[in-house]
């Protein structure tokens, strides 16, 4: 077991909706970083979070957004959808990751 | 220019074969390296971690060139349960960077009986 959980496992949304994927790790991971993985490519970094303030951005439009709670959870929260965010999206706490959840625009 | 190149393979192996993957890296500011392993529709997992002196593990054998920036993963006697898709990541280190992973495209090893 990593320590990371997320939700849900898939999502199928529709173009010009959004989304929020969670994250879950284990007391004293206070860095968490998201990642979008398209078929076929390795995962990119989307931001990292470090005791809740967004710390290190990848190369992500502003509607890819998020957030740190104090329990360690996270959110990762995208408006807008397009049907190019269809992917992978990992969560990742001290080198490891959570299962991904796969996300499906149509 | 990517920041982690990796050869993408397929690579088609024997069982019991060698086989080395190679990865280059262009930020030369990179302080740690690693080898990931992710099977189909799964999440990345550590393999190894890569330092300047080389390190094995088990079968597994990494070996780290900070000056040619170039880093290969040496796997011995391939087994079936080694086909996956490596994965080369580099990181920039320090405490704000610990989870900002650059990897590459990954290269996939197919272990044919």
């Known amino acids: 077991e990593t320590g990371v959980t997320q939700s849900p496992t898939h999502l199928i949304k529709t173009r010009g909706q959004q989304v929020t994927l969670r994250c879950s790790s284990q007391s004293g991971h206070n860095t968490v970083s998201w990642y979008q993985q398209a078929l076929g490519q390795g995962p990119q970094f989307i931001f990292q979070?470090?005791?809740?303030?967004?710390?290190g951005r990848g190369n992500f439009p502003p509607r890819f957004s998020g957030l740190q709670f104090p329990n360690y959870s996270s959110e990762l929260n995208v408006n807008a959808l397009e049907l190019d965010d269809s992917a992978l999206y990992l969560c990742?706490?001290?080198?490891?990751f959570g299962q991904g959840t796969r996300l499906t625009v149509v | 220019r990517k920041e982690v190149e990796q050869d993408p393979g397929p690579f088609n192996v024997p069982e019991g074969a060698t086989v080395a993957f190679n990865c280059t890296y262009s930020?030369?500011?990179?302080?740690?390296f690693f080898w990931y392993r992710q099977d189909c529709r799964k999440e990345p997992k550590l393999l190894m971690s890569v330092y300047s002196s080389g390190n094995e593990d088990g079968r597994f054998t990494a070996q780290l060139n900070r000056a040619s920036q170039y880093i290969s993963l040496l796997i011995r006697d391939s087994k079936l349960s080694d086909s996956a898709t490596y994965l080369c990541?580099?990181?920039?280190?320090?405490?704000?960077?610990?989870?900002?992973?650059?990897f590459g495209s990954g290269t996939k090893l197919n272990v044919k009986p």
């Open positions: 990742a706490s001290s080198g490891f």
């Open positions: 979070y470090y005791r809740e303030e967004e710390n």
């Open positions: 990541v580099v990181n920039l280190g320090g405490a704000y960077n610990f989870n900002k992973f650059y």
């Open positions: 930020n030369s500011a990179s302080q740690s």
